[in-house]
Structures are given as C-alpha cells and as structure tokens.
C-alpha cells in the first residue's frame, strides 16, 4: 500500500507540474514601455498696453519682449541681489561711522558750551571786581578833582562873604579864608592856580586810564567769548551736517532695487520679439518649463511721460493670455519679490 501511494503522489505532482508548464506558455507578456513623447510647444500670446489717466486704452507698438529660462536669470538676479545687499552694507557701516563722528561733533559742542558758561562766570566775576577797583580809584580822583576845583576858585577871586546875618560858624570860616588869601600874594595866587589847574588834567587823564583799562579789559573778554561761541558754532553746524548725511543715507538704505539696474545686464535671452502696431507679441514655448518674461518701454502720450518695466514669470504648463499694463508693472517695492521669486530654490521650480 505504501508504494502505490508513493505512484500516485509521483503522477499527481507531475501532471500538475505540466499544467503550470502549459499555462505558464500560454499567459501573454505585456509588451515594454515606449518614451514618453516630448510635449509639442505651447502659443504664450499677449498684448502689451496702457491706460490713461482719462481711461484712454493705449497699444504699445514696438515694444521688445523678451523670454528668458528661470535658470539664466535667476544667477542674473543673484547678482545682482548681492550687489545691492554690498551697497546697502556699504551705506550701514558709513551710518555707524558718521554717528560715531556726530557723537564727538556733540560731544565737542558740549564741552564747548560748558566751557563757555564757566568762562563767562569767570569773566562776569573779573570784571565785578575790576569795577570795584576802578570805582574805588575814581571816586578818589573826583574827590581830589573836586578839591582843587575848590581851591583854584578860592585863589582866583576874593572870597564873597554870607549873605545877611550869618551864623558864627559861617562868619568864622569866612573870616579864616579871607585872612589865608590876604596873605597870599598875587603871584602865589596865579602858581596854586596853574598847579592844581595842571594836576587836575592829570587825574582827569587817570580817570579815562581807568575806563579804557575797563574797555580793554571787556572788549577781551568778549574776544574770548566770541571763540567760544564760534567753536560752539561749528559744532554744531558739523553736527547738523552730519545728521543731514545720516538722515539721506537712511533714506537710501530704505529704497528698494532699481529698476534700471538691473534691466541694464540681463543676459541674452532665449526667445525675444517685439509687439506689432497693436500691442500683439506671441511665443511658443515648451509647456513643462519655467520662464521669465521681461519687457520695458518709455513713452510720451497726452504730455504724461511713463517709464514701464514688466517682470512676469510663467509657471510650468501655464496657459492663457497675458496682458501687459500699468496694473502689473515693475514697481521698486515689488522688484524684491520677483528676485526671490527667480531663485533656483523658489516655489516655482516646483
């Protein structure tokens, strides 16, 4: 019984084994994939046009239109990105410098100013005291001046004795300066005149010693603090000039890129055209690249001069009509954005 068994497994397994031969034959193979067809090129149509400001729809004629693949302009954009972000570096550290130099302007003019202040209170002290000095020896003067005016009208005319009935006081002192010219002689009369005469231009020339000692005194010091007022000056007109630089170099840092600058070393482009009379221009492309389109004109229409400047990018398969107008010009604002927008690791690449 065992060996019949073992028969009948060997011819069971061998006619399966046939079946799956014969089956195996028949089943048909699925032929091999041919390559994909490269897509045909694709019309990119569009019309370059602008409106006034009366609503006047204007069809730019003329107008070169150019198509760049985003590899070629992206390392154009990077360039050119790099170049502006040096400038910018340039103007932030010529910023930091001239806050440096406007703070030591500041810091001069304050040192000024209160060198100034202290200067001036020495000086407002030194001339009190001078005039104390001069009011001290003048008064001295005037009181000897005043004397021997007195003295020269005593020698020179008899003395005129009171009036009515004078006091005792009155009559005595009277006497005593009569009886002192009586004794004198003429000459000695005309000598003590001469002298005191004499001696009075004397202290009358100290006198104005004394006021142009003051003059010259004050019109130094005022010398002086006119240098100090003239270096305060010029501190702070450093100063301003300074900020004002400051202030022009910040307003620069702010400006987006030109667009000039970047217009001026496009490199060539792998398609160009020029619009027809009515504003028509029209590319084929091919349909699973990413492009650039970029077109620029000046014009002068109803006495308004514009200056326009169009950076489109066109996306993978990206179909329809484009229109070229004020609403989508390059704007320094925006230019930033179309930069990042041609770099090789933007979304556009997909």
Same mark, same amino acid.
């Given at each position: 019984m065992r060996i019949l068994y073992n028969k009948r497994f060997s011819v069971v397994s061998a006619l399966f084994a046939g079946i799956c031969f014969i089956l195996g034959g028949c089943v048909q193979q699925p032929p091999e994939s041919e390559p994909a067809a490269a897509p045909e090129p694709a019309p990119l149509k569009g019309q370059v046009f602008l409106v006034t400001p009366a609503g006047r729809s204007v069809t730019l004629g003329s107008v070169r239109v150019k198509l760049f693949k985003q590899e070629s302009i992206s390392a154009h954009f990077e360039?050119?990105?790099?170049?502006?972000?040096?400038?910018?570096n340039e103007i932030r550290i010529r910023i930091e410098k001239l806050e440096t130099k406007a703070a030591a302007e500041l810091a001069e003019k304050k040192e000024a100013e209160k060198a100034h202040a202290a200067r001036l209170q020495q000086m407002q002290q030194a001339l009190a005291e001078l005039d104390r000095e001069i009011e001290k020896e003048v008064g001295k003067l005037e009181e000897q001046i005043s004397a021997n005016d007195d003295y020269v009208k005593f020698v020179s005319n008899f003395p005129v004795p009171p009036k009515g009935i004078p006091l005792k006081e009155e009559f005595e002192l009277y006497a005593v300066r009569r009886d002192q010219w009586l004794k004198m002689s003429r000459s000695e009369r005309e000598a003590w005149s001469i002298v005191l005469t004499g001696l009075n231009a004397e202290l009358r020339e100290k006198q104005k010693q004394f006021a142009a000692k003051r003059e010259e005194e004050l019109k130094d010091f005022e010398s002086e603090l006119q240098e100090f007022s003239e270096k305060i000056a010029a501190a702070d007109e450093a100063y301003e000039a300074i900020l004002a630089e400051i202030k022009e170099d910040r307003k620069e840092l702010k400006k987006s890129p030109e667009t000039d600058?970047?217009?001026?070393? !496009?490199?060539?482009?792998?398609?160009?055209?020029r619009t027809d009379a009515g504003g028509e221009f029209q590319f084929k492309i091919e349909p699973d690249q990413h492009y650039f389109l970029v077109a620029h004109s000046k014009r002068q229409i109803e006495e308004?001069?514009?200056?326009?400047?169009?950076?489109?990018?066109?996306?993978?398969?990206?179909?329809?009509?484009? !229109?070229?107008?004020?609403?989508?010009?390059?704007?320094?604002?925006?230019?930033?954005?179309?930069?990042?927008?041609a770099a090789p690791d933007s979304e556009t690449n997909g």
């Open positions: 360039k050119f990105e790099q170049q502006f972000i040096e400038k910018q600058g970047w217009i001026a070393g !496009l490199p060539t482009p792998f398609l160009e055209t308004e001069f514009y200056d326009l400047t169009w950076l489109i990018p066109i996306g993978e398969g990206e179909q329809g009509r484009l !229109l070229l107008s004020n609403h989508n010009v390059v704007g320094k604002d925006s230019l930033k954005n179309y930069v990042e927008a």
